[in-house]
């Protein structure tokens, strides 16, 4: 009596491909850069340092206007060194969708000045989680506030010790989106 090998189908042959494709695409986006999910915010503070998301927002004493993009304006701190709280940053720039104030962008260097952001920001906003799987690690880290009103989000790029940092109204935010807005480094 004989016995025929038996070959695997090629369908089995497809679908183990897919898995380890699958897989692949898995581990890429965890090396490019691990997301921690978002925590709640504890106490919104529906605005950025005390001026509410939606309040009227112009060129003044305090503020110059650097960017006019037709229904979006950017505006920076007139006079003094940008500062997220005690910390010094390299800059800090408001925007404004049709005059109404709707996002804060900070930028950052620094090992140092990250982990001060992250401290300053886990005070005011809410403590991160720190569960096994649920914080930020690889080059790229992603840190996320979220709230009512407001959602804070940290980018910080550890190979080059470089961060972002956006806080937004969530009202406002899908209207900021539609125009230009540098976002990027």
């Known amino acids: 009596m004989t016995t025929s090998p038996i070959r695997p189908s090629r369908s089995s042959g497809r679908r183990g491909a897919?898995?380890?494709?699958?897989?692949?695409?898995?581990a890429c986006?965890?090396?490019?850069?691990?997301?921690?999910?978002?925590?709640?915010?504890?106490?919104d503070p529906n605005g950025f340092e005390g001026i509410p998301w939606g309040a009227a927002?112009?060129?003044?004493?305090?503020?110059?206007?650097?960017?006019?993009a037709g229904r979006l304006q950017?505006?920076?701190i007139?006079?003094?060194?940008?500062?997220l709280g005690p910390v010094p940053v390299d800059s800090m720039r408001f925007t404004t969708f049709?005059?109404?104030?709707?996002?804060?962008?900070?930028?950052y260097t620094g090992k140092d000045t990250h982990e001060r952001i992250l401290t300053y920001l886990q005070g005011t906003y809410g403590p991160?989680?720190?569960?096994p799987g649920q914080i930020a690690v690889g080059p790229v880290r992603v840190y996320a506030w979220h709230g009512f009103d407001t959602e804070v989000t940290l980018r910080y790029e550890a190979p080059v010790a470089r961060g972002i940092i956006f806080f937004?109204?969530?009202?406002?935010?899908?209207?900021?989106?539609?125009g230009h807005s540098a976002t990027v480094y």
């Not at 898995?19 to 695409?25: A, M």
């Open 98 to 107: 049709e005059g109404k104030f709707g996002r804060v962008t900070v930028r």
């Open 57 to 68: 927002f112009s060129e003044g004493e305090h503020f110059g206007k650097v960017e006019d």
């Open 74 to 76: 950017t505006y920076e």
């Open 18 to 26: 897919r898995c380890s494709l699958i897989v692949l695409e898995w």
């Open 29 to 43: 986006l965890l090396l490019a850069g691990a997301p921690a999910l978002a925590v709640p915010i504890v106490n």
């Open 128 to 131: 991160l989680d720190r569960t």
């Open 168 to 178: 937004e109204s969530r009202t406002l935010r899908e209207k900021l989106s539609e």
């Open 78 to 83: 007139k006079g003094t060194t940008p500062a």
